[in-house]
């Protein structure tokens, strides 16, 4: 067994995950900030709405991991696409916009601990585009009659990425303009949620994307009367500061 491929089972096993090479079927601009890239290997890796996986890219000389989020999984073909953020330099970024069909990728999956809070009656998905796979993936998991509600924050216009949906699902999107605000600044979003009134009944929320910003919207989520239970919470990326090389951002305060 090659070396890479035998890191990669060994940290596979220590997540409680599966190790597999996948080929890149092709990845392609979906809007200004966005890759999708589809890869054909073992469909068990996607594993449940929320899930994402761990794919070993080599930047710089050397390999690091990132993490992306699946967005769509094909079970017949053996197929799961994932959406990566390209608007920045970075490994992740560099790899998926030089991606070609035929590629060898070591995976690791699933990962995660974000899934669909099934008994809550009303979904607020909210963060930046690198947690649109995610919101996109669960919301299209929610059983009719439900609620997804969206406020993304974007810089483009071409960035406002729809998705189709059930139609028993009652579905409500915002897409905040970023204007000249830092991308550390929780201002937009924080905004947008002052603008959605919260259903009387059972609400969930899951917050994707800038570590500050998540910060900030979990701050506000709760002010707003939901308890920590009813908040999904995940730090994709830190302003400034690279992931690690294991595909985790920097959660130190200082
Ligand atoms: C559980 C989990 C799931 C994730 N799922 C997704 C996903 O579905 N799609 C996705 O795009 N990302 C996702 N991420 C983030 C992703 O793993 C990468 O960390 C991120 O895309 C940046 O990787 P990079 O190597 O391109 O840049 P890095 O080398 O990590 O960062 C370089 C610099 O780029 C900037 N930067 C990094 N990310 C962004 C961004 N998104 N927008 C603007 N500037 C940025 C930062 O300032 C950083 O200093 C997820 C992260 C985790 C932990």
């Known amino acids: 067994m090659p070396s890479a491929h035998r890191s990669s089972t060994e940290l596979a096993e220590r997540l409680g995950a599966r190790a597999a090479s996948c ?3 092709g990845a392609r601009p979906i809007c200004a ?8 290997g073992d469909p068990r890796l996607a594993g ?4 994402d996986v761990m794919v070993r890219v080599r930047h710089n000389g050397h390999h690091v991991r990132r993490r992306y989020t699946v967005r769509s999984v094909d079970y017949d073909n053996h197929r799961f696409s994932i959406w990566v953020s390209t608007d920045h330099d970075g490994a992740g970024s560099a790899w998926a916009q030089s991606a070609t069909a035929g590629e060898a990728l070591d995976v690791i999956g699933p990962r995660g601990k974000i899934t669909l809070a099934e008994s809550a009656d009303w979904h607020l998905f909210i963060g930046d585009v690198s947690g649109l796979a995610a919101f996109y993936r669960l919301a299209q998991s929610i059983e009719t009659p439900g609620r ?6 974007i810089d483009q216009d071409d960035d406002a990425l729809t998705a189709d949906f059930d139609e028993g699902l ?5 897409f905040v303009d970023r204007r000249d605000r830092s991308r550390n600044d929780p201002a937009g979003l924080l905004s947008g949620l002052s603008a959605f009134a919260f259903p009387p009944d059972q609400g969930h929320a899951y917050v994707l994307g800038e570590f500050s910003v998540v910060r900030a919207l979990r701050a506000a989520l709760g002010d707003r009367g939901l308890r920590d239970e009813d908040i999904s919470h995940k730090a ?8 690690a090389e294991h595909g985790e951002p920097d959660k130190s305060d200082s």
């Open 170 to 174: 009652g579905v409500t999107g915002i």
């Open 23 to 25: 080929t890149v079927v």
């Open 148 to 153: 997804a509600v969206f406020i993304v924050e």
């Open 48 to 51: 449940v709405p929320g899930n």
């Open 33 to 40: 900030s966005l890759h999708e890239v589809v890869l054909h």
């Open 236 to 243: 994709y990326w830190r302003l400034g500061r690279p992931n």
